[in-house]
């Protein structure tokens, strides 16, 4: 197999152009300036010493995208069991038989969703040497990033590119680039246009544009966030409760539940000042602590089935757990709200 400098010499001719690099700028940048340079660039060529710097520089419409991405993610890894990290605008570089760098790529946002396997550790993101980003992100806002910069991706085995096109207009944005979230995955060494996530199992570019653009996220966003992470932690045996933030929060609660009931039926007791009293006392504080404990699952469960479905469908699943009757029974409506994704799963298995 042909390594990564090698499949990128495509790159090396013909030279690199304004039409390569839509609302950019050319401005020389010296070998030994390029790590400190604080521009915002999208490439850079040791060859010329020549950066693509964008005209227009950092927006609220270009980096909204990158951080509310972030964010989704973050509550994706939560409901997974275990991190996800975002580095931001990071660099890639392309090293040409010496510890210089000799291609630059600057990309929004990169994911690397096992980061205890192998993450970045110096300055930058060697290819070929370091271990890549399972997702790469670009904002196409004022630029185009398939007149070059996509297949120099491709050429250096990226696996997954993502490339936005916010909803917000922008007077300088290249003709023939239009709103909405692209998804490429590397087939064989070519980029192929998918519906579908591969790294966040099933979800759609329509429904990550949403979340990138709507002004605060949606119940069909919190249902896919829902969807993503378990359907990733079911890959691994990881849940919500292997997240310290959520996992203590609902252990929490269960010992809140516990401890009052104790407390009120202890007190109960001693009020009656006898055996009998305390006995009974004991034993209403153990029930109503069984009481608190069940209802405090019944509220983290009506929460979770809140933000995966309807609110018809929440409404039916919280009455069904309010009608159990048996341990049973209870823990199959949860395990169904843990394991069903769409109103239309829950209907299948109710059925």
Not at 99 to 118: K, M, N, S, T
Not at 210 to 219: D, I, M, T, V
Not at 253 to 281: D, F, I, N, S, T
Request: hydrophobic share 35%.
């Amino acid at each position: 197999m042909a390594s990564s400098l090698e499949r990128s010499a495509k790159f090396h001719e013909p030279p690199f152009s304004g039409a390569d690099f839509p609302g950019c700028d050319p401005v020389r940048i010296a070998r030994e300036d390029v790590r400190d340079h604080e521009d915002r660039y999208e490439f850079w060529d040791a060859d010329t010493e020549i950066a693509w710097v964008v005209r227009e520089g950092p927006s609220v419409e270009h980096e909204h995208p990158c951080q509310r991405l972030a964010q989704v993610v973050e509550r994706i890894a939560l409901e997974r069991g275990s991190p996800i990290e975002a580095f931001g605008t990071a660099a890639l570089t392309l090293r040409k038989g010496r510890r210089e760098w000799w291609r630059v790529l600057r990309a929004d946002q990169i994911f690397y969703l096992h980061p205890q396997v192998g993450r970045p550790r110096g300055g930058s993101i060697a290819v070929s040497e370091d271990r890549l980003p399972d997702v790469v992100l670009e904002v196409d806002h004022t630029t185009d990033v398939r007149r070059r910069k996509l297949g120099i991706y491709e050429s250096w085995g990226v696996p997954e590119l993502w490339v936005e096109v916010p909803d917000s207009p922008a007077p300088s944005r290249p003709k023939g680039v239009h709103p909405g979230l692209t998804i490429y995955v590397l087939e064989d060494g070519a980029y192929r246009e998918v519906p579908k996530s591969r790294a966040f199992p099933g979800w759609g570019a329509g429904k990550i544009h949403l979340a990138l653009n709507e002004p605060r996220l949606s119940s069909v966003t919190l249902r896919e966030i829902v969807r993503v992470g378990r359907a990733l932690g079911k890959a691994e045996g990881t849940g919500p409760d292997d997240d310290p933030q959520l996992g203590g929060h609902r252990r929490r609660m269960l010992q809140v539940g516990l401890q009052r009931g104790r407390l009120e039926g202890h007190a109960q007791g001693q009020a009656e000042g006898h055996a009998k009293g305390q006995a009974e006392g004991r034993a209403k504080g153990l029930a109503e602590a069984r009481d608190q404990a069940l209802a405090a699952q019944r509220s983290l469960l009506g929460m979770q089935a809140q933000r995966k479905f309807s609110d018809a469908v929440a409404v039916q699943l919280g009455l069904l757990l309010e009608r159990a009757e048996s341990a049973d029974q209870f823990s199959e409506i949860a395990q169904l709200i843990v394991d069903c994704g769409t109103d239309e799963e829950v209907s299948a298995r109710l059925r």
